[in-house]
């Protein structure tokens, strides 16, 4: 059975950093996309981030974009997001998803990941 679990998330003021985690389990994801969505309160799931398979290419969001990197450990089957520069607005509960196919563009579009995380909360306060 395929998991994803996320943690490194908490409550951290606005300037302030921290660096999520996915672990992958139950099969491995060298050769898959894998990515970063958020979602607040009362807002949609929104695309945060993602790391190709190939040459680990990366796409941000532009809300997102010289502030957070987000990077993958094929050995360890996980993937990582940095988050720098925290404001209030980044508060949402953060979500790892990972690709069944070996795309060799790294997707922004949700509905194109097959695995998801349970998601871990990220607050920031002012």
């Known amino acids: 059975q395929v998991q994803l679990v996320e943690s490194g998330g908490g409550l951290v003021q606005a300037g302030g950093s921290l660096r999520l985690s996915c672990a992958a389990s139950?099969?491995?994801?060298?050769?898959?996309?894998m990515g970063w969505f958020r979602q607040a309160p009362g807002k949609e799931r929104e695309f945060v981030g993602c790391?190709?398979?190939?040459?680990?290419?990366?796409r941000y969001a532009d809300s997102v974009k010289g502030r957070f990197t987000i990077s993958r450990d094929n050995a360890r089957n996980t993937v990582y997001l940095q988050m720098n520069s925290l404001s209030p607005e980044d508060t949402a509960v953060y979500y790892c998803a990972a690709e069944a196919g070996e795309s060799p563009v790294p997707e922004t579009r949700s509905q194109k990941y097959d695995y998801w995380g349970q998601g871990t909360q990220v607050t920031v306060s002012s």
């Open positions: 790391i190709s398979r190939i040459e680990a290419i990366t």
């Open positions: 139950g099969r491995t994801f060298s050769r898959n996309t």
